[in-house]
């Protein structure tokens, strides 16, 4: 399932990498990345991620990718501080706030989970509203 998520977060994501000289070097780590999570070779996806950061470290897309790859070894603690890095740099980016409601809502924390939805969804990201119910019916139950 994590593994369809990064491929669903990417053919949702409209991966936008303004011109300039490492554009198109960026995006062959980005697309190299994505391609090896896609195999579950997250080892290798982190070092494209990370090759990608070094050329435009303050890409918050960048984060919420490599944040997945994190997330699809279970390194969680690693998964959301680059969550928290792409939501710093883009407080408008609605998509790492959906990855860390995924992450919280794996850990059974409802609450986290319900407010990182709520936000994403405010931010313009699409949440599947039942999913949304869902989580909010497990946040009420647990009080």
Same mark, same amino acid.
């Given at each position: 399932?994590? +593994?369809?998520?990064?491929?669903?977060?990417?053919?949702?994501?409209?991966?936008?990498?303004?011109? %300039?000289?490492?554009?198109?070097?960026?995006?062959?780590?980005?697309?190299?990345?994505? *391609?090896?999570?896609?195999?579950?070779?997250?080892?290798?996806? =982190?070092?494209?991620?990370?090759?990608?950061?070094?050329?435009?470290?303050?890409?918050?897309? =960048?984060?919420?990718?490599?944040? #997945?790859?994190? +997330?699809?070894?279970? #390194? *969680?603690?690693?998964?959301?501080?680059?969550?928290?890095?792409? #939501?710093?740099?883009?407080?408008?980016?609605?998509?790492?706030?959906?990855?860390?409601?995924?992450?919280?809502?794996?850990?059974?924390?409802?609450?986290?989970?319900?407010?990182? =939805?709520?936000?994403?969804?405010? =931010? %313009?990201?699409?949440?599947?509203?039942?999913?949304?119910? #869902?989580?909010?019916?497990?946040?009420? *139950?647990?009080?």
């Amino acid at each position: 399932m994590k +593994r369809v998520s990064l491929i669903l977060v990417w053919l949702c994501a409209v991966v936008f990498i303004p011109g %300039g000289i490492n554009a198109q070097d960026v995006q062959k780590y980005v697309d190299a990345g994505i *391609e090896k999570c896609e195999l579950g070779k997250y080892d290798q996806a =982190l070092k494209d991620f990370n090759d990608a950061l070094k050329l435009k470290p303050n890409d918050a897309n =960048l984060y919420d990718l490599r944040g #997945m790859a994190y +997330r699809c070894k279970n #390194m *969680e603690a690693q998964a959301i501080q680059d969550f928290e890095k792409a #939501m710093q740099l883009d407080p408008k980016f609605g998509r790492p706030y959906r990855n860390r409601a995924m992450i919280f809502f794996d850990r059974g924390d409802f609450d986290k989970s319900l407010a990182d =939805l709520e936000k994403a969804k405010s =931010l %313009g990201y699409k949440v599947d509203p039942d999913f949304l119910k #869902m989580v909010a019916r497990k946040a009420a *139950e647990k009080k």
